[in-house]
């Protein structure tokens, strides 16, 4: 029996092989990444779902956040006077911000920290924001809402495996009713999605459809299929802009839809990407599959 013999051996080779192996040089433990989380207006409930991305990337362990929370809708001047974000000390800014146009001063420091290398990550409703502020625009690949139309750019959608730009005419944004939906992967070899299922199933969120803008220098990871565009939506994508690395998902709409586990590790993966070029935050083994969502508490 000589399969027997040889797993019977193979423990002790292995032993053997590890014990004479030269230990790997251990790698430092990895600075944490500083992100800088915006709110303080939205047409969700931010004051809900801001300390819930905290949270998770602070139990992450890989992160550190501090949060800034701009003046409220309508504040005076002078608020807004004194709201400057210090953008360039943190390697990535995370928006949950969807309101009135930030000051011009603080505008002209976003567009220049992405673009020297700064890292984005647009969440859900952020990208409603700031119809009107093209760079704003370039940055997140698509929006939708605010008057948006054929003079925003494309349709982005996914067709029979490839990412198609539709210049038809037509309003940008919409969704149907909330519900548990299916997340289907485009890409499964780029760091964000390695090792992600080819479908799972989300926690009850809001599919947004038919978003558009300039979309320039985007890749699609990850798309739903929406019953209300009959057609499949970007939910994860990789954006450039000058030498920054963004992550967008129009996913999260809410407290729940943020408590999904998958949700959080695209969240988590996507953070780190878009800050390091890298991933090395290990999927969760309660990632779900297809057929149950998974929430965290
Ligand atoms: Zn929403």
């Known amino acids: 029996m000589k399969l027997l013999r040889l797993s019977t051996l193979l423990p002790f080779v292995a032993l053997a092989t590890a014990a004479l192996a ?13 992100v800088l989380l915006l709110d303080g207006q939205n047409n969700h409930s931010w004051k809900t779902t801001s300390p819930i991305l905290k949270q998770a990337f602070e139990a992450s362990g890989r992160f550190t956040v501090d949060v800034s929370t701009s003046p409220e809708k309508n504040a005076a001047a002078e608020a807004w006077s004194q709201w400057n974000p210090a953008f360039t000390s943190y390697d990535v800014v995370v928006s ?21 290398g700064g890292g984005f990550v647009c969440v859900h409703a952020a990208n409603n924001s700031f119809p009107e502020w093209l760079e704003y625009n370039r940055i997140i690949g698509i929006g939708g809402w605010g008057g948006r139309n054929e003079k925003s750019g494309p349709y982005l959608f996914v067709k029979e495996g490839k990412v ?21 992967m485009l890409n499964t070899t780029h760091p964000i999605t390695a090792g992600m299922p080819a479908r799972w199933l989300h926690a009850k969120d809001e599919l947004y459809d038919s978003l558009r803008g300039p979309a320039e220098n985007v890749e699609v990871l990850a798309y739903a299929f929406s019953d209300k565009s009959k057609k499949n939506e970007p939910m994860m994508m990789t954006l450039s802009y000058g030498k920054g690395r963004v992550f967008h998902t129009p996913m999260g709409h809410a407290d729940y839809s943020m408590k999904c586990a998958g949700f959080q590790s695209v969240m988590l993966r996507g953070t780190e990407w878009a800050a390091t070029g890298n991933v090395t935050i290990p999927l969760p083994k309660n990632f779900p599959g297809a057929e149950a969502v998974v929430s965290v508490p």
Not at 22 to 34: E, G, H, S
Not at 165 to 180: I, L, N, V
Request: a neutral charge; charged letters at 20%.
């Open 96 to 116: 949950n911000y969807n309101g009135q146009p930030w000051p011009d001063s603080v505008r002209t420091a976003f567009e220049k920290y992405v673009s020297g």
């Open 164 to 184: 198609v730009r539709d210049p038809a005419p037509g309003g940008g944004g919409s969704h149907g009713p909330q519900h548990e939906f299916m997340v289907e």
């Open 22 to 34: 030269p230990l790997p040089a251990r790698a430092a433990d990895p600075k944490p990444i500083r």
